[in-house]
């Protein structure tokens, strides 16, 4: 994958709020496809009635002018940074070319007016990825996909971030948490989990709904950085190591610091300062630390370290905010 697109958030998701909410023609696969969270598949026997089924959207051969089209509004609105248009196991039915636009409208499920094109028409070509850097730094709600002029496309995922709007918040927020702008950065390794399983909304509903790392044979540990949404005095921290049994860490850390920027939180920075010393942790639950945090004031980044390596389901780092 693209890592300069793949760092972001994937704001497609449908855990996060959004819906495909129209689609010019969905005849041999529904809309909703194309935003599923996990991979498309490629079932060779598998017929329905309306022919070969297909995971993904796929729209019915056009006999007269235009094209196809669908629009789908994010769960909660971000700047986009890039698309993936996948289009997986689609050899002679792809479309050909594609183009993006994106809106800013809170009120509509799909709104006709207000479009800007953040990808000019581009060329697609059959059973692959096409990653798409997106120069823009609107706050968008919707996004539509024009294909040229009929086909299918397996996944459309959407990068980017949410920057959350805290007006009319007042009380503790959990700040790591995708919805309220919190985004993980790196990590040592993401082996067998992604890093932004940890801010997502929920608990985790299997093992692989966290962030693992492979075993770690040699000495050391791993760990996880992660922006919060804000800048806030973090009073109470919550790791979770749902499903996790045989492979969870033995013990966990938190360290934080206030940094200007995404790119100077890394690892090795001397600006790192203890904030819930070396705990244990237990398998397949959640662990509460609020009296164990340390007093460092405001912070804007925080570094999980887990001892030595393993898995955990969710971070939650709660802070004031006083819209």
């Not at 702008?181 to 509903?205: K, M, Q, V, W």
């Not at 693992?212 to 109470?236: F, K, M």
């Not at 860490?249 to 995404?262: N, Q, T, W």
């Amino acid at each position: 994958m693209n890592r300069s697109i793949s760092k972001w958030v994937q704001l497609e998701q449908p855990r996060l709020g959004t819906r495909v909410t129209y689609a010019t023609d969905e005849f041999f696969g529904a809309k909703e496809r194309l935003i599923d969270a996990a991979d498309p598949v490629f079932v060779a026997d598998r017929y329905d009635e309306h022919g070969k089924w297909m995971d993904g959207w796929e729209s019915r051969r056009r006999r007269g002018p235009g094209h196809d089209y669908c629009v789908i509004r994010l769960g909660v609105p971000g700047v986009i940074h890039g698309f993936d248009i996948d289009t997986s196991h689609f050899t002679g039915n792809f479309p050909p070319r594609a183009s993006i636009e994106v809106c800013a409208n809170p009120t509509e499920e799909v709104p006709e007016e207000g479009w800007v094109e953040i990808i000019p028409e581009t060329e697609l070509g059959g059973d692959s990825h096409h990653y798409l850097d997106a120069r823009d730094d609107g706050i968008w709600t919707h996004v539509r996909l024009h294909i040229y002029p009929d086909g299918g496309v397996a996944r459309l995922r959407i990068f980017g971030e949410i920057r959350a709007d805290f007006t009319d918040i007042d009380g503790y927020v959990d700040l790591a948490a995708v919805e309220h702008g919190g985004r993980a950065l790196a990590a040592s390794d993401e082996h067998y989990g992604s890093i932004h399983n940890l801010t997502a909304p929920g608990r985790g509903f299997n093992m692989g709904d966290g962030w693992e790392t492979a075993r770690r044979r040699g000495p050391g540990n791993d760990w996880v950085i992660i922006a919060l949404g804000r800048p806030a005095i973090i009073e109470r921290a919550e790791i979770d190591t749902a499903h996790f049994k045989g492979n969870y860490p033995d013990r966990v850390s938190l360290e934080a610091g206030m940094f200007d920027s995404d790119e100077t939180a890394v690892a090795d920075h001397d600006q790192w300062q203890a904030l819930l010393p070396e705990a244990k942790l237990k398998m397949d639950q959640q662990h509460y630390f609020d009296d164990a945090l340390l007093s460092i004031g405001e912070v804007s980044h925080v570094r999980v370290s887990i001892y030595p390596d393993g898995g955990i389901s969710r971070v939650r780092l709660f802070g004031q905010v006083h819209g």
